[in-house]
């Protein structure tokens, strides 16, 4: 199972909604990402998880929250966003070890729209 | 200047024809990934390089560790190539990929 899979695929939202993203992989790596692309650019780092534990946040906004419960979930809490929020979120995993370190999985990305 | 910078930023090309895009960093590497990205969103990671070359069907990679240079090529290249390909790194001892700002690739019919 070499998969990353992000629920919900599509998300409209009001601004004073609050909702989750969600991120599963079971191929045992350590490391999870989550990424926000806006069209035609490149995606943007806001959060990493290493070993269940949060290692970098790239100054996102605090109406984003991360959530790391276990080794193969991670969680974007949404609560308050703005129209310009609305992206597409990508989930990343990678085992960051010695010998497959360097080998990285996307998810399927979740549409948010906020209006 | 970004520390990874790619071209060309779009191409049109007829089917059949030989693809070449490049990408140039400014940053030292553990590793470098070629990256593509279909209109529905998900990226697929089609190759990680930290040294020479590597094939897989109708694509190959090469970098050069000494330039801070790699090309992705695709052969005989195909409608179904159409999509955004994206060079992206590791940074030495950084997490998080940097990505450059991606090729819009265009096969025609």
């Known amino acids: 199972d070499t998969e990353v899979t992000q629920t919900p695929k599509h998300l409209v939202m009001g601004m004073t909604n609050k909702k989750s993203l969600k991120c599963e992989q079971h191929?045992?790596?350590?490391?999870m990402y989550w990424y926000k692309q806006k069209a035609k650019k490149p995606p943007e780092l806001m959060f990493v998880?290493?070993?269940?534990?949060?290692?970098i946040n790239e100054s996102v906004p605090s109406r984003f929250s991360p959530e790391c419960p276990n080794s193969s979930l991670l969680n974007l809490h949404l609560h308050a966003l703005q129209p310009e929020d609305s992206a597409l979120y990508l989930c990343?995993?990678?085992?960051?070890?010695?010998?497959?370190?360097?080998?990285?999985?996307f998810g399927e990305g979740s549409w948010l729209t906020v209006v | 200047k970004n520390e990874v910078e790619q071209s060309p930023q779009n191409l049109t090309a007829q089917e059949g024809e030989f693809i070449t895009i490049n990408c140039s960093y400014s940053?030292?590497?553990?590793?470098l990934h070629w990256l593509q990205q279909h209109p529905g969103g998900g990226i697929v990671s089609l190759f990680m390089?930290?040294?020479g070359k590597k094939k897989h069907g109708r694509l190959i990679a090469t970098i050069n560790i000494q330039e801070k240079h790699s090309s992705l090529h695709i052969t005989a290249s195909h409608p179904r190539d159409s999509a955004v390909y994206i060079c992206?790194?590791?940074?030495?001892?950084?997490?998080?990929?940097?990505f450059g700002k991606g090729t819009h690739l265009i096969i025609q019919p």
């Open positions: 990343a995993s990678s085992p960051r070890d010695r010998s497959s370190g360097n080998t990285i999985y």
């Open positions: 191929m045992g790596h350590r490391a």
């Open positions: 998880y290493s070993y269940e534990k949060l290692s």
């Open positions: 940053v030292g590497i553990s590793a």
């Open positions: 390089l930290s040294s």
């Open positions: 992206a790194v590791w940074r030495g001892g950084a997490d998080g990929l940097t």
